[in-house]
């Protein structure tokens, strides 16, 4: 069965810190991973990953995504205030098995303390 | 914000009632993907529409059924209402034809069950 596991689930860091969170995938077909960034309701696309070693920047948020070992990290250099929310992780099978599906992970719930 | 909206954005039914929710799709976008968000998990896929076609469904029972208009937006409806049902509803836009599959998610609709 496909699947995402995202670790770890909850992480409480000081303002200034460096977070990395990271997400392993199982899916069948594999097309690309997406991270969001979900604060009360709506989650927010950051980042999607599509080739392997590729890193995506921007600003202090940065993403690179290994298809041999199947899992992708997402960093957050020099933490603030305002990147307390729930970060989400979603890979999307290759179209035409299941169409454009996003398989989540439960996320992880970063906060940072002032 | 992405252009995706939602109605309504809080509801609250009885078990064995019927709820209808909407999602407008942001311009340009021709596929509406629904989420159902339970309290700290990730979103589970229900089904996408596709040009008014369902394009694919999750392990949802029949009971959960939508929509798509002409104008790309949608309907999820929910019938007999279980508690269990209580959660956020996501609903996400985008357009199959384009390259990838980026969602750009709307606010989302708490659905509470009594």
């Known amino acids: 069965e496909d699947k995402v596991v995202q670790s770890p689930l909850s992480l409480v860091v000081h303002e200034g810190d460096t977070v990395t969170l990271n997400c392993s995938y199982e899916?069948?077909?594999?097309?690309?991973l997406l991270w969001y960034k979900q604060e009360k309701k709506a989650p927010t696309f950051l980042f999607m990953l599509?080739?392997?070693?590729i890193e995506k920047k921007s600003g202090r948020l940065s993403s690179i995504l290994d298809k041999k070992e199947l899992f992708s990290i997402l960093n957050i250099t020099a933490t603030q205030t305002g990147d307390s929310a729930v970060y989400l992780c979603?890979?999307?099978?290759?179209?035409?098995?299941?169409?454009?599906?996003?398989?989540f992970g439960r996320g992880t719930q970063l906060t940072v303390w002032p | 914000e992405t252009g995706v909206t939602q109605s309504p954005t809080h509801l609250i039914k009885t078990r064995g009632q019927q709820v209808t929710l909407r999602c407008s799709s942001q311009?340009?976008?021709?596929?509406v993907s629904w989420y159902q968000q339970a309290l700290g998990q990730g979103p589970q896929f229900i089904f996408q529409y596709y040009r008014e076609e369902e394009n694919g469904r999750g392990n949802f029972p029949p009971r959960f059924s939508g929509l798509q208009f002409p104008n790309y937006s949608s309907e999820l409806n929910v019938n007999a209402l279980e508690l269990d049902d209580s959660a956020l509803y996501l609903c996400?836009?985008?357009?199959?034809?384009?390259?990838?599959?980026?969602?750009?998610f709307g606010p989302g609709t708490r659905l509470t069950v009594l």
């Open positions: 899916v069948t077909n594999f097309r690309s």
């Open positions: 311009s340009g976008h021709n596929t």
């Open positions: 979603a890979s999307e099978p290759h179209r035409g098995s299941t169409l454009g599906r996003l398989y």
């Open positions: 996400a836009s985008s357009t199959l034809e384009r390259g990838y599959n980026e969602q750009f």
């Open positions: 599509t080739s392997s070693g």
